[in-house]
């Protein structure tokens, strides 16, 4: 059969009497050899051709009851499908979403045809625009299967039918990664639609009480137009699929009593029969016999495990004899001083780390935290500040316009908390339930006290606090934005002249507190609001008077583009309302130590006292140095920054260069401009050759279809 539609028909007929259909379309012609084509589609305004590839594709398809019987796995189901000639296409998409009872803006993701042929995918764009016309905009994001494995007829139609239904089971919205604008003259009827792209794929939640969500599939050739809808199938449970396990770079475990032995270990190493067999073959071995010194190396190809290789047999020896660390740019790693008893602190970092990209891969990867996670709030989406760090647009953002975004969000300071304290919980999740490692000690960096207390399990109801963020006076109006606090305790005259003047910025600087505060004179509106390390730290204030700070001690001052005024004296005027809006029903006692960063004891896990220990926190400056000491003092020799950046990793090592009887490990799980797959597997190198009892389980097994 040359077309879906056919296929499909056929199928629902087979079912009628028989269990199970099966769908299998291959691609017979051979294709000629052509230039790889961008990760582009043909609504493009720099559209030029697809590549041609062979290959085949199959679906089983059965009815509902069949699967339901033998609790077998369903991945998506049918809803409709309507069809006609293909100049009817608004005519019958407006059919099937009636028949569904659906808007247009209720699809989650369209999955078109994007037909090569001009006159094909004219039709097509003025038939989906008229059809899918909506007062709700940036609802539904485009897709097209296309884009990466381009234009193979039939078997195109099947892949599309494959893409959505996976994208619907694993619970994320696909991209069009090279997409740049629509043709020009179409950009107004683009603009009255639901539609959107996306960049980079992205996780899609579902808000309590939601409708199911729902794909559709825009079918164009040659003859007719159809119209297929596929709905999620919403079990609340974990949809496992092999993310990890199937993920380019691999982990290489080698683990022995001595460096000799481990050296030949590693010399000896070779790929016997395929490369992901290798690193499945070492884990296997690691975890039956768990041995002193661990060696674990990361690539993506032989040839660069090869390389790996070479740097280790030169690298560990060294590491051994001079009782360092080895390490990789790749990441590939080796502690000679490892510590199998060690206690772990979770290290919370502020607000500020947020940006735009940041978890987009996190759901796929570890399927496992997905019910937990949306249990936190009534629309975790929100809470999650997707539409924030995914930016729905019709055309392309550059750097400066996506740095414009990144630069707005920072100022905000309401939505920026909220979603460090939602990522705060998503990441302290994946080590917690699927890596089974809990944090003996914790501390909270700035506002990272508040996302300490929600990601550790402290308040019975921590998704409370997004709606308390959403709508607080004080971190909307009187600390951000318009900075009423800080005018009042200014006493800065109420003129249209100040209310459009810039009367906040927070600075990086060099310097030791006694230098910084030696220099500040009274009459400055300046404020030494973190210490990071013992000769870097943060002022904020008034800008004029904290660049002339810094010309009177001779350094450099670094603009964060922070806008909100804590950790200062104008914070406590807001003091009051931060205890209001802190104190939430706490859950019985956790396993975790936890710091305050006010007071730099352990809290007791009352509801009072938490909501003093953030208050202070947030009115008082941060002591860093003064945290990671008193955790040190605590036997804790493993730190790992649970939340965006990499900032608290670094300035720890710095902290305890010198200062510790023994090793120690600092670990960021989360780098921007890294690839999140890649950062966590960097991560885990060090945790495990350092001795750290870690589960990963799901790097090593597990698989798409099930």
């Not at 247009?104 to 097509?124: F, G, N, P, W, Y």
């Not at 960021?668 to 945790?687: F, T, Y």
Request: hydrophobic share 45%; with cysteine; aromatic share 8%.
């Amino acid at each position: 059969m040359n077309s879906l539609n056919k296929a499909l028909l056929r199928a629902t007929a087979i079912t009628q009497e028989a269990d199970v259909a099966v769908l299998l379309i291959a691609s017979s012609c051979i294709a000629q050899e052509v230039i790889d084509a961008p990760a582009n589609i043909s609504f493009a305004t720099d559209f030029s051709h697809y590549a041609n590839r062979q290959g085949g594709a199959c679906l089983l398809l059965a009815s509902a009851n069949f699967v339901q019987a033998r609790q077998y796995i369903c991945y998506a189901t049918l809803n409709n499908m309507a069809w006609g000639e293909n100049t009817k296409i608004a005519e019958i998409v407006s059919t099937s979403l009636q028949y569904s009872d659906l808007k247009s803006a209720d699809i989650c993701t369209l999955e078109v045809s994007a037909c090569a042929q001009h006159s094909l995918r004219e039709k097509e764009q003025l038939g989906l625009l008229q059809a899918y016309r909506s007062p709700q905009k940036m609802q539904t994001v485009i897709s097209c299967q296309k884009s990466v494995l381009g234009e193979n007829g039939a078997l195109s139609q099947l892949m599309a039918l494959v893409h959505s239904v996976l994208s619907l089971y694993q619970r994320y919205r696909p991209a069009v990664a090279d997409w740049t604008a629509p043709t020009g003259q179409l950009l107004a009827l683009w603009q009255d639609s639901p539609f959107y792209f996306l960049a980079k794929a992205a996780s899609v939640f579902s808000a309590t009480g939601a409708k199911v969500r729902s794909n559709a599939l825009s079918l164009l050739d040659a003859q007719q137009y159809t119209h297929l809808i596929v709905n999620a199938y919403e079990d609340g449970l974990v949809h496992p699929n092999g993310f990890n396990a199937c993920s380019v770079n691999r982990l290489f475990i080698l683990s022995a009593n001595n460096i000799d032995s481990l050296i030949q270990k590693l010399d000896l190493l070779t790929v016997p029969v395929t490369f992901n067999a290798l690193s499945c073959a070492l884990y296997e071995a690691y975890k039956l016999k768990k041995q002193c010194y661990t060696l674990v190396l990361i690539a993506d190809s032989e040839a660069q495990l090869e390389s790996e290789k070479i740097l280790a047999l030169k690298g560990i020896r060294q590491a051994f004899t001079n009782n360092c660390t080895w390490t990789t740019p790749k990441g590939s790693c080796f502690f000679s001083q490892p510590n199998r008893d060690a206690k772990v602190a979770f290290l919370f970092p502020g607000i500020g780390a947020s940006y735009l990209g940041m978890g987009q891969m996190i759901f796929q990867m570890f399927p496992d935290i997905y019910p937990q996670i949306c249990k936190l709030s009534k629309d975790i989406g929100a809470s999650l500040k997707d539409t924030h760090l995914n930016p729905r647009t019709l055309c392309a953002l550059n750097s400066a316009e996506l740095n414009a975004l990144e630069l707005k969000f920072r100022h905000d300071l309401a939505n920026i908390a909220e979603c460090g304290v939602g990522y705060a919980c998503v990441f302290t999740a994946v080590f917690e339930l699927v890596f089974k490692l809990k944090a003996d000690n914790a501390c909270g960096y700035s506002m990272g006290e508040v996302s300490m207390f929600a990601a550790l399990g402290c308040w019975q109801n921590p998704g409370d606090m997004s709606e308390r963020l959403a709508h607080s006076d004080t971190f909307n109006h009187q600390l951000s934005h318009e900075l009423y606090s800080v005018r009042k305790y200014w006493e800065l005259i109420d003129t249209e002249e100040h209310k459009a003047k810039e009367i906040w910025e927070t600075y990086a600087i060099k310097g030791t507190f006694k230098q910084v505060n030696a220099a500040l004179k009274d009459t400055e509106r300046v404020y030494i609001t973190i210490i990071n390390t013992s000769n870097n730290l943060l002022i904020a204030g008034y800008p004029e008077h904290c660049l002339a700070l810094c010309q009177r001690l001779g350094v450099r001052a670094i603009a964060l583009n922070i806008g909100n005024a804590l950790h200062c004296a104008p914070a406590y005027l807001e003091y009051n309302n931060m205890l209001a809006l802190y104190a939430m029903p706490v859950r019985p006692r956790i396993h975790t130590k936890m710091l305050s960063s006010s007071c730099y004891l352990p809290i007791p896990q009352h509801q009072q006292a938490i909501a003093v220990s953030i208050a202070k926190c947030l009115c008082d400056p941060v002591d860093f140095p003064r945290l990671i000491n008193t955790l040190a003092k605590d036997k804790v020799r493993v730190y790992i920054e649970m939340g965006a950046g990499r900032s608290l990793s670094g300035w720890t090592d710095k902290i305890l260069k010198g200062q510790l009887d023994s090793a120690h490990v600092s670990v960021p799980i989360n780098v921007k401009g890294m690839d999140q797959s890649l950062s966590l597997l960097r991560a885990l190198a060090k945790l495990l050759s350092f001795g750290v009892e870690i589960n990963i389980e799901c790097f090593f097994s597990g698989s798409l279809i099930k």
